[in-house]
């Protein structure tokens, strides 16, 4: 503290003393507005419809999003809403859905691209629908014609058991076991002639469907709506 001025600076002590006052005054308005504004706004859309603004969160949008706004007014980031545990649960469980849908959209369309760029016209499907059947039939007549030759000797067998049918079990053990593999061997071929059956009608079934999704294709590139084409089928 300065209690006394010495004579030869009576004229400076006044203007010192003045100086050192603004000195104090301009430190305690700076230590005012040192501290920082407000940097973010929040701004919603409450349930009942009104525009809510605030420099924090609002608590009548915590069940909805709310815009985090920069000094300029532009959005800065996305808040909320605050979800109840069962609320997450649906919203993710709807997130996952919606993916789901997404994957299965971009599958679908990645099938109709292979789908066009293997089958251009309806004579290549004709073509490849013809060699897929044909292969199958080339397989089931093998099974056929080892039906006829099982079936022969099924009955060499039988002619020989003729002679033990008021009891069988007198016929030789050799002979027996032969007419066991015979109706085993008769019993597989049955099968697997069913099962090409079945592959017939699984590679029909399949070129059919992907038929009426190619006229559906085909109609498009030509530019011809596709609910025309699809009744076509």
């Not at 997450?88 to 709807?94: G, M, P, T, V």
């Not at 073509?127 to 093998?142: D, F, H, N, P, T």
């Not at 022969?152 to 020989?160: H, M, S």
């Not at 009426?212 to 084409?229: I, M, N, T």
Request: glycine letters at 4%.
């Amino acid at each position: 503290m300065i209690s006394v001025c010495p004579q030869h600076l009576e004229h400076a002590c006044p203007r010192l003393v003045a100086g050192l006052l603004l000195a104090v005054l301009s430190t305690a308005s700076l230590g005012q507005t040192a501290r920082p504004a407000t940097q973010e706004i929040y701004t919603c859309v409450d349930a009942k419809g009104r525009n809510l603004t605030s420099d924090r969160p609002i608590a009548e949008c915590l069940d909805r999003e709310q815009k985090m706004l920069n000094p300029s007014g532009t959005v800065k980031a996305k808040v909320g809403p605050n979800l109840t545990a069962q609320e997450r649960s649906e919203l993710e469980a709807k997130e996952k859905a919606e993916f789901e849908e997404r994957a299965r959209q971009n599958e679908e369309k990645r099938r109709d691209r292979a789908l066009l760029v293997r089958y251009p016209s309806k004579t290549v499907h004709d073509k490849e629908r013809a060699v897929a059947l044909a292969q199958i039939g080339v397989v089931r007549q093998a099974a056929v014609n080892r039906v006829d030759e099982l079936q022969r000797q099924r009955a060499a067998v039988l002619d020989e058991m003729e002679f033990y049918k008021k009891d069988p079990n007198k016929a030789p053990a050799s002979v027996r076991r032969q007419l066991e593999e015979v109706n085993a061997s008769l019993a597989v071929q049955a099968r697997f002639i069913a099962e090409q059956d079945a592959e017939v009608k699984r590679v029909t079934f399949r070129f059919e469907e992907e038929l009426f999704r190619l006229k559906q294709l085909w109609s498009l590139q030509a530019g011809v709506p596709a609910a025309s084409a699809s009744k076509t089928r």
